[in-house]
C-alpha cells in the first residue's frame, strides 16, 4: 500500500514561480525512479522530469533550464521547483513513483496566465 500526494499547485503569472512537492508513504522500501507528468486541457499526459535515485536527472525540452527536479531519499520526497512559467505550462502535475512498481498522485493544477 503506497500512497501518493502531490501538492503545490495554483495561479500564477507568467514570469513567476511554483515548488511543487511529492510525498510519498506507506510500504516503501526505496523508490527507483521519481517522475512528473503533466496534462494539459484536451491533451494526453506527458512527461516532463525525472530523477533516479543516485540523483540523475532528465527533462523534457519545453521545460529544460526553467524547471529543476529534486528529492530527499530519507523523506520519500520529491519537488519540481517551476521558474519563468509560461501559459503553456498550464496543467494537472501528476507525481509518478516507481519501486519500480508505479504509483501515481491525484494530480495538483497549476494555471498559468497572461
Known amino acids: 500500500q503506497v500512497q501518493v500526494v502531490e501538492s503545490g499547485g495554483g495561479l500564477v503569472q507568467a514570469g513567476g514561480s511554483l515548488r511543487l512537492s511529492c510525498a510519498a508513504s506507506?510500504?516503501?522500501?526505496?523508490?527507483?525512479?521519481m517522475a512528473w507528468y503533466r496534462q494539459a486541457p484536451g491533451k494526453q499526459r506527458a512527461f516532463v522530469a525525472g530523477i533516479t535515485s543516485g540523483g540523475n536527472t532528465n527533462y523534457a525540452d519545453s521545460v529544460q533550464g526553467r524547471f529543476t527536479i529534486s528529492r530527499d531519499n530519507a523523506k520519500n520526497m520529491g519537488h519540481l521547483q517551476m521558474n519563468s512559467l509560461k501559459p503553456e505550462d498550464t496543467a494537472v502535475y501528476y507525481c509518478?513513483?516507481?519501486?519500480?512498481?508505479?504509483?501515481w498522485g491525484q494530480g495538483t493544477q497549476v494555471t498559468v496566465s497572461t
Open positions: 506507506g510500504s516503501i522500501s526505496s523508490i527507483n525512479v
Open positions: 509518478q513513483v516507481n519501486i519500480p512498481y508505479t504509483y
